[in-house]
């Protein structure tokens, strides 16, 4: 098997880059344009997705394909509460594990589209394609 030219790995840092920078002017329209209060989990997904951005920025100019080993465990992080907070919509957690008791619920429907596309599984989606792509990013520069 060959392996990817640094242009490909170009384009999986960028792709990151990308989803990393929607995610996170996402955020900020959903709490600063439509005025939905985030929770604390939300926060907690915030925090990991966030720095992403910044990694990814200074990690495509000049090129260097080992920030991708910065970025995993951060990505790894928010997919983790971005799990939890989805399945806490699903109502597989019970209401005395949530962690949000006072303030905005963590439980609390803000936003259903199509009848199942929620914050929470919005975040697991893009926590979920950048550990994708860093884990091809990975590969690709393993020698």
Not at 2 to 12: A, E, G, K, R, Y
Not at 81 to 106: D, M
Not at 113 to 135: K, Q
């Amino acid at each position: 098997m060959t392996q990817p030219t640094q242009s490909t790995l170009w384009n999986l840092i960028f792709s990151c880059w990308i989803i990393a920078a929607v995610s996170t002017l996402g955020s900020l329209f959903f709490s600063e344009v439509m005025a939905m209060q985030p929770c604390v989990l939300c926060w907690y997904q915030r925090i990991f997705m966030y720095p992403l951005l910044f990694i990814f920025s200074v990690g495509l100019f000049p090129f260097d394909a080992r920030c991708a080993r910065y970025a995993m465990p951060l990505a790894i992080g928010g997919w983790l509460f971005a799990l939890y907070h989805t399945l806490l919509y699903k109502g597989f957690i019970p209401e005395n594990l949530q962690p949000c008791s006072q303030g905005i619920s963590c439980a609390d429907m803000k936003l259903d589209l199509f009848g199942f596309i929620t914050i929470p599984l919005l975040s697991l989606v893009a926590f979920s394609i950048l550990i994708a792509l860093l884990i091809a990013v990975q590969k690709g520069t393993q020698k």
